[in-house]
């Protein structure tokens, strides 16, 4: 008596990403808030399968007019809108070339600052914690043996 308990599989995911002009995805937002008027709560992934199942329950001819009311986009990301901020102008030419032929100054450079010396613990001693109580070795183990 072997029973093979096949549970019904769940379908496999996918995860992708596309172009949307501003108005159909403002259009999301309506629909999502049409959906909360008539008492049920929609995600944005819920609208768009709803969306491909009436197109698939579509005649030919609706399924057609459907697609051809629809304006082709150019594929790939959006281009940024360009910046707010002016850009810079360059130096006339006058004042580069005037540069250019001066001579260059020697500067005096600073000796690299030495950072200060650490000042090792003794050798004897067990460093101590920020608490100021002694620290154990790594293990658990104290720092210094007793005699036995």
């Known amino acids: 008596m072997s029973e093979s308990k096949s549970a019904p599989r769940k379908p496999k995911l996918v995860r992708d990403s596309f172009t949307i002009p501003k108005t159909e995805y403002a259009a999301i937002d309506e629909l999502k808030t049409r959906a909360i008027a008539l008492g049920t709560s929609v995600k944005k992934s819920e609208l768009l399968r709803a969306g491909l199942m009436a197109l698939v329950g ?3 001819a609706a ?6 009311a629809v304006p082709t986009l150019k594929p790939g990301r959006p ?7 002016p850009v810079p102008k360059p130096a006339p030419a006058r004042k580069a070339a005037a540069r250019k032929a001066a001579p260059k100054k020697a500067v005096a450079t600073k000796p690299a600052a030495r950072k200060p010396a650490v000042k090792a613990a003794p050798a004897s001693a067990p460093p101590e914690s920020p608490s100021g109580a002694p620290r154990r070795a790594r293990g658990g183990a104290a720092t210094t043996r007793r005699p036995s």
């Open 63 to 68: 399924f057609k007019a459907a697609v051809a």
């Open 58 to 60: 579509m005649s030919d």
């Open 79 to 85: 281009q940024a809108e360009p910046a707010s901020t």
